[in-house]
């Protein structure tokens, strides 16, 4: 094979407020790769097929001096993430050309890697697209399994709302809570949005921007249990309107991750007055725990349709920097994947 240009996705500046593509990180197409004939010195190479988009990527652009749970991304160096790839060729044992990988991949179409235990094979008996590994049966789908099961202690009856719910973490809430018995309100950012949660098992579903939280928590609860994806005003109602002993699973808060004026919650009190749990978490910290099950269990209950998912798939690296965009402004509608190739 001749060489070929192997694009990158490149980390260019520290953004203020939302990211920009073409400034924030742009396409990179000045390198090439000849993938018979690249030096492999005893790892291998592998073409990566899709990557994840996950609303965590913000927290990654920052100056490397602030210290965080998750290593910032370096200026002039790709982006890097979740996602699924094919070996090409292989010096090493333990994976072979042909074999899938799942794990932490660089934006970039070819990539060579040296340590096999960084990534797992996936098998793929339920003939699931490549795609779902990255979503539903991926770090998405084990965020919300993990952390349903370590922190709801859920009971039939409880009354649960989950934010954000179209996305990929909350939609398997909203269905995880529904097996279980659970009475489910969910909020999503548009009409669509609302309807797909509703489909998916949420009871009471409804547009955050035309209708007013506190109103329909006031209505439909106290709450039980609160799978927290936004933060801000959200969170603050969510504690007001939140029953004795509440189980608060805190997830993220999307709605504070590209401003430069924080919302004050300012009941914070109450989480003491109401005997309140609040658990923060980072799902890696879980994952020693659950992951067997997960995957022992996941991929089999998404083919049978008893998890059900949605994507907003968008196809080529070079347009990376728009789906990161789209998902910091909740445009997306499900779980964004970045298509690089079909195999």
């Known amino acids: 094979m001749a060489p070929v240009k192997?694009?990158?996705?490149?980390?260019?500046?520290?953004?203020?407020?939302?990211?920009?593509?073409?400034?924030?990180?742009?396409?990179?197409?000045s390198e090439t790769i000849d993938p018979d004939t690249v030096a492999l010195?005893?790892?291998f190479l592998v073409k990566v097929l899709v990557l994840s988009i996950d609303p965590y990527l913000r927290g990654k652009m920052r100056d490397p001096s602030i210290k965080s749970y998750s290593a910032p991304f370096l200026v002039g160096e790709p982006l890097y993430n979740y996602g699924v790839g094919v070996v090409v060729r292989s010096e090493n044992s333990a994976?072979?050309?042909?074999?899938?990988?799942?794990?932490?991949?660089?934006?970039?179409?070819?990539?060579?890697?040296?340590?096999?235990?960084?990534?797992?094979?996936?098998?793929?008996?339920?003939?699931l697209p490549w795609s779902v590994y990255v979503g539903v049966c991926g770090m998405p789908g084990e965020t919300a399994d993990y952390a349903w099961k370590e922190f709801s202690r859920a009971k039939k009856g409880?009354?649960?709302?989950?934010?954000?719910?179209?996305?990929?973490?909350?939609?398997?809430?909203?269905?995880?809570?529904?097996?279980?018995?659970?009475?489910?309100?969910?909020s999503a950012g548009s009409d669509d949005k609302v309807a797909f949660i509703s489909e998916?098992?949420?009871?009471?579903?409804?547009?955050?921007?035309?209708?007013?939280?506190?109103?329909?928590?006031?209505?439909?609860?106290?709450?039980?249990i609160y799978w927290d994806n936004v933060g801000?005003?959200?969170?603050?109602?969510?504690?007001?309107?939140?029953?004795?002993?509440?189980?608060?699973?805190?997830c993220g808060m999307i709605s504070q991750y590209n401003t430069t004026n924080p919302y004050p919650v300012k009941n914070l009190l109450q989480i003491v007055g109401?005997?309140?749990?609040?658990?923060?978490?980072?799902?890696?910290t879980l994952r020693p725990k659950y992951e067997a099950d997960f995957y022992a269990t996941f991929p089999?209950?998404?083919?049978?349709?008893?998890?059900?998912?949605?994507?907003?798939?968008?196809?080529?690296?070079?347009?990376?920097?728009?789906?990161?965009?789209?998902?910091?402004?909740?445009?997306?509608?499900?779980?964004?994947?970045?298509?690089?190739?079909?195999e």
Not at 6 to 29: A, I, S
Not at 97 to 118: A, C, N, R, T
């Open 158 to 186: 409880e009354t649960v709302f989950v934010t954000a719910g179209a996305g990929p973490v909350g939609a398997t809430v909203i269905q995880l809570a529904k097996a279980q018995g659970l009475k489910v309100i969910a």
């Open 95 to 127: 994976v072979k050309p042909g074999d899938h990988l799942y794990g932490v991949f660089k934006f970039q179409h070819y990539v060579i890697e040296k340590e096999p235990s960084q990534f797992k094979v996936i098998e793929n008996k339920e003939g």
């Open 232 to 250: 801000g005003e959200t969170l603050e109602a969510a504690i007001d309107h939140a029953a004795r002993h509440a189980r608060f699973i805190e």
């Open 41 to 43: 010195n005893g790892g």
């Open 200 to 224: 998916v098992g949420a009871d009471i579903a409804f547009n955050y921007k035309t209708v007013n939280t506190r109103k329909i928590l006031e209505k439909e609860g106290p709450i039980d």
């Open 300 to 342: 089999a209950r998404v083919a049978r349709g008893e998890i059900r998912y949605k994507e907003d798939r968008v196809r080529g690296l070079e347009r990376a920097g728009d789906a990161i965009v789209a998902v910091q402004s909740g445009k997306n509608f499900g779980k964004s994947v970045l298509i690089l190739a079909d």
């Open 6 to 29: 192997n694009g990158r996705y490149l980390f260019k500046e520290v953004p203020t407020g939302f990211p920009e593509p073409g400034k924030t990180m742009d396409y990179d197409e």
């Open 274 to 284: 109401k005997e309140l749990s609040l658990n923060g978490f980072i799902v890696g």
